[in-house]
Nanobody, 117 residues
């Protein structure tokens, strides 16, 4: 599975961005998917996940502001980010869960999101 993110950029506080992650391979609709982020000098952390059946989970810090979704016909994962604040500034990564190893095993190269105050 190869993952390619896009949609990052510079936005003012209060603004919105939508990230996309296109996956190669025929197993996309069977994989749970997730968005993670890593800010400078911080560890990478979970933002949101979505199961193959569409069940979602959000980190408390983004709940109510971010929405994760997937389009299995397009092999694409999305992250709609609203009400952005400077604390959301980070490199955002999409990842695919691999049941056989029990972890998020496939990662994209990341897309940078910068929120100015």
């Amino acid at each position: 599975v190869q993952l390619v993110e896009s949609g990052g950029g510079l936005v003012q506080a209060g603004g919105s961005l939508r990230l996309s992650c296109v996956a190669s391979g025929s197993s996309f609709n069977r994989n749970a998917m997730g968005w993670f982020r890593q800010a400078p000098r911080k560890e990478r952390g979970l933002v949101a996940t979505i199961s193959s059946g569409g069940i979602t989970y959000y980190a408390d810090s983004v709940k109510g502001r971010f929405t994760i979704s997937r389009d299995n016909a397009k092999n694409t994962l999305y992250l709609q980010m609203n009400s952005l604040n400077p604390e959301d500034t980070a490199m955002y990564y999409c990842a695919a869960y691999e049941d056989q190893v029990g972890e998020y095993h496939y990662w994209g190269q990341g897309t940078q999101v910068t929120v100015s105050s």
